[in-house]
């Protein structure tokens, strides 16, 4: 028997409308992307009406390359046009959501994922065929639109809205404290805490060899002396976490991504001191496809676990959990690791993920 609906012209036809609009969009967001690296953005954000001869000349770019991407930011309506004038204005209620000013707001920054992805396209393809994963090291400036993403999204509020969701850690890092950001990354956020807190010691620990080179850069201009980049594999902290060692443990966006992510949390289990903290920030997804289709960055968010996050972790004989891994299973996990004490918050500036204060 056939349960499936008759065809249906008109949605159809509303479906192929859908398509085309993707195409335009999925392309506009490459134009993005450069917009904001350029600093085109940026600059147009500072100028009134301008030609295209004197906006290049102002950004210091090439001006045939300026005027075709101008055209593509003019036909999407991001940039108004002056038919008369030739001229070009970015609007200041578009200027708030596409330059740096915009600071948190910046949606051009995230923008860069789309060619960071599209890079790995040909690698993917392969895994759907044959399983497995592609590795860290396909992903060229990956490392890098990540920190700028944790800077935008974890730097610019840690004072005001991640710290005081412990009411004691102000007080607690101003004393003194032993912390460890698990999955560090560039250390951006370690490296300004260290900065912040003279008085207590941080520890970032990461996979990468270019990450851990990236923290002890910034470390090393900041002249840090408490802080410490540890490049270490963590598929096996369970058992090479040393004991009780830290006050205040964090992962932000990490354990996904990782190859044995139990084993990690079971770690940070073994390495927290009776009483510390741990703060993880992780994907709000859900793991159920009717909760998560509500979810505003739902499709980008598995097509970014799907081309990264799925893969990096498979590609080291992992789980793959995927970033849309979700609350209930990321409590499960983190019961199953020893924690009991979990409280979940979130944050209105980010609404990509939870952020998880969970105590031993
Ligand atoms: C999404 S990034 C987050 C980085 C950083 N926490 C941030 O917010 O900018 C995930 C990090 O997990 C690290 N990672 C993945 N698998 C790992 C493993 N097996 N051991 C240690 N680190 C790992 C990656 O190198 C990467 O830096």
Known sequence: MNNSPPYNAA????????????????????????????????????????????????????????????????TSGVVKYSSESKTYYLPKEHAAFVTRQAGVNNIAMAMQNA???????????????????????????FHEVMAEESGQIVLSSLETHILPLVPELTHQLKTGINMLDVGCGSGRVINKLASLYPESQFTGMDLSAEAIANGKEEAANLNLNNVEFIRKDLSDFDQTAPEAEYDFITTFDSIHDQGQPLLVLQGIYRALKKDGIYLMQDINGTSH???????????????????????????????????????????????????????????????INNWYVIRK
């Open 11 to 74: 949605k159809a036809e509303y479906f192929s409308s859908f398509l085309m609009d993707t195409l335009n969009k999925s392309a506009l967001s490459f134009m993005l992307s450069i917009g904001h690296r350029s600093g085109l953005f940026d600059k147009m954000s500072e100028m009134d009406f301008a030609t295209s001869a004197e906006i290049a000349r102002v950004a210091q770019l090439n001006v045939r390359y300026v005027r075709e991407w101008l055209g593509a930011m003019v």
């Open 289 to 351: 496809l009717e909760e998560d289709k509500k979810h505003p960055l739902g499709t980008y968010l598995y097509t970014v676990s799907c081309m990264h996050c799925m893969t990096v972790s498979l590609a080291q004989n992992g789980e793959g959990l995927g970033a849309m891994w979700g609350e209930a299973l990321t409590k499960d996990y983190l019961n199953r690791a020893g924690f009991t004490k979990i409280k979940t918050n979130q944050l209105a500036h980010d609404i």
């Open 115 to 141: 060619a960071v992805l599209g890079e790995v396209e040909d690698e993917i393809l392969e895994c759907f065929i044959k399983g497995g994963g592609v590795p860290y090291s396909k992903f060229h400036r």
